[in-house]
């Protein structure tokens, strides 16, 4: 009996997961529009399991930042206007560029190394795949992440960076959010000159470069939201 217990938890826990994993990947290619309702029932339809499996899948998705839990107990995609998106802003251009100035105070050559390498990285993956539509592709989104992050390892403290990291992923929606509504925007050049000032041991203008990059972030999301909502079909 008890074996029977386990192997059921087991099963549920797996199938959680994989609604999780099918819901995160549909909010972050823009499956769902900001604002949209995410409801039990019906999503326990489509992905064919029970209610409170896509409920503990749907719990997941607050935990981190990707839905909203309502007043009346239902769910939804985060709005653009959701002020969290610009706390997480502000919070971003008081840490990280403290961060780079650590960096580029203590960073060493290896350090200077993998900067140069994650750089050249994210400026040959591709923004867009065939599948990804107007959204950017994982892949160049990893090596966004992988690229900022480095920037600030040679800090060579890992409590600032676990700091990071959950800002980072708090954000990651916002980002891709803004990044949809503001096509023109060239990252190539941001990033490079971000590189550029980094290594070359200029940390004035390296806190400059990366404050005016989130910046350009948050107020692209503040004026989407003031957009018409994405067109269905």
């Known amino acids: 009996m008890l074996s029977d217990m386990v192997h059921t938890s087991s099963g549920k826990q797996m199938l959680s997961e994989q609604v ?3 819901l ?26 029970s209610l409170a ?8 998705l607050v935990g981190e930042g990707l839905a ?11 709005a653009f206007s959701d002020r969290r998106w610009q706390q997480i802003a502000e919070a971003r251009r008081t840490i990280e560029p403290v961060l780079l100035r650590m960096s580029i105070e203590r960073g060493d050559l ?6 140069r390498a994650a750089h050249h990285r994210l400026a040959r993956t591709p923004t867009h795949g065939p599948e990804d539509g107007e959204y950017y592709s994982d892949a160049w989104s990893e090596a966004h992440r992988v690229f900022h992050r480095t920037l600030l390892e040679g800090c060579g403290n ?3 960076l676990e700091t990071f990291d959950r800002l980072w992923t708090a954000s990651e929606l916002a980002r891709r959010f803004s990044a949809h509504h503001n096509p023109g925007r060239d990252h190539i050049r ?12 200029d940390a ?21 939201a003031h957009q018409a909502p994405r067109e269905e079909g």
Not at 217 to 224: E, F, P, W
Request: net charge negative; glycine share 8%; proline share 6%.
């Open 158 to 160: 890992p409590v600032l």
């Open 190 to 201: 941001e990033h490079r000159r971000l590189e550029e000032a980094t290594l070359a041991r």
């Open 53 to 60: 499996v896509v409920r503990e899948a749907l719990v997941r």
């Open 110 to 115: 290896d350090w200077e190394a993998r900067v």
């Open 204 to 224: 004035d203008a390296a806190a400059e470069a990366l404050t005016e990059h989130l910046t350009l972030t948050a107020a692209g999301l503040t004026g989407c």
């Open 24 to 49: 995160r990947d549909a909010i972050m290619h823009g499956h769902y529009a900001p604002g949209d309702a995410l409801k039990p029932q019906d999503l326990a339809g489509e992905q064919g399991v």
């Open 68 to 78: 909203d839990r309502l007043p009346n107990r239902g769910f939804a995609v985060p």
């Open 20 to 22: 999780h994993a099918r």
